[in-house]
């Protein structure tokens, strides 16, 4: 049962904010591509217009918030999300394009932005178009895939900090390497992106993000929930292959499995909880660690209740 300060805060929020969306006790396995997670106790898609009175209101009321975009790199706790979550994937994704710049909200989808891309005959972009995220957690994550990462493209990326004010980044100072930003340092919640491609040929860019799509297709998972690779490249290797060579094809616990498809993935085969998934990462890890002495860390970001 939600306590009264969430109860009270939920029907303050939607009652100030009539364009958002603003839903209590809301299953984290239905904002997931994993399909996993326990309740968030409040959980708000902001219209973009709404994002910084937002914050300013669970500040004043002092109450936790967790932002997340599209949920595509995300293991949540079963127990949950303590406060509010804040999911941009929904209403915040606007975008213009003008020459060969694109200015998007953060909460726009990498393919939605890529095909946008294609159709104005604009190159660069094409890499990102069939990674599931939104464009705050691909700068978040310095997301990419076949050779691009997301900040060979970025001209500029707008922050709220810790004080709610607006911050416009050059993208050389958020420190972004392989699935690092250094917001994941000072923190702070991307609300715009700026872009800069390169005019091409649109028969080209099109055909590019067909081959791709074609590629994740015969190499992933797709049929199975999922949060992508689950951990990172470690360096001189590849996780996926780490994990086969150890014998770990397809291992198990409860309903989360090493894929058989791609050993990098961990699926949700079977109604997984996070903890099936948890206890499977720590096994993978020692198996690997045991056979070739090499630790994996998660890619994934694991958030909420009593994750430690
Ligand atoms: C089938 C599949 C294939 C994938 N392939 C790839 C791939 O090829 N390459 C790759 O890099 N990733 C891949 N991913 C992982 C994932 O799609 C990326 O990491 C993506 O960038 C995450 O974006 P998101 O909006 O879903 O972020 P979320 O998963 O919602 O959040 C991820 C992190 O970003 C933070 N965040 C999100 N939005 C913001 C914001 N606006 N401001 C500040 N912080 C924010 C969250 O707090 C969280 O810590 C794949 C995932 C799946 C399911």
């Not at 708000?44 to 009321?61: F, N, Q, R």
């Not at 715009?192 to 028969?203: A, E, N």
């Amino acid at each position: 049962m939600l306590n009264e300060k969430y109860m009270s805060l939920a029907k303050k929020l939607a009652e100030a904010f009539l364009n958002s969306t603003v839903l209590t006790e809301e299953p984290m396995k239905a904002h997931t591509t994993f399909r996993i997670g326990g309740p968030a106790d409040i959980l708000i898609e902001p219209a973009y217009c709404d994002i910084t009175a937002i914050l300013h209101l669970l500040k004043e009321e002092d109450v936790p918030f967790t932002v997340i975009g599209n949920g595509s790199n995300l293991l949540v706790s079963d127990d949950g999300i303590e406060g509010v979550v804040i999911a941009l994937g929904k209403k915040s994704g606007e975008i213009s394009i003008s020459g060969d710049t694109i200015v998007a909200e953060a909460g726009a989808l990498l393919s939605t932005v890529a095909n946008a891309a294609a159709d104005a005959g604009l190159t660069g972009l094409e890499f990102a178009s069939g990674i599931p995220g939104t464009l705050g957690g691909a700068v978040y994550m310095n997301a990419g895939a076949y050779g691009g990462e997301i900040k060979d493209v970025l001209e500029s990326v707008t922050v709220l900090n810790a004080d709610f004010e607006k911050q416009v980044y050059n993208p050389k100072d958020l420190d972004l390497s392989y699935r690092h930003s250094a917001l994941m340092e000072i923190g702070g919640f991307v609300t715009d992106v700026v872009i800069k491609l390169t005019p091409g040929d649109k028969d080209e860019i099109k055909a590019k993000i067909e081959e791709i799509r074609n590629q994740r297709v015969s190499k992933q998972p797709l049929n199975f929930p999922s949060a992508g690779s689950t951990f990172k490249r470690p360096e001189g290797y590849f996780a996926g292959k780490l994990i086969d060579d150890a014998g770990l094809r397809g291992y198990s616990v409860g309903g989360a499995q090493v894929s058989e498809k791609h050993c990098g993935f961990v699926i949700n085969k079977d109604n997984a909880t996070a903890k099936d998934v948890l206890q499977l990462m720590q096994d993978v890890d020692d198996n690997v660690y045991n056979k070739f002495g090499v630790h994996l860390t998660p890619e994934v970001r694991i958030i909420g209740r009593n994750i430690n």
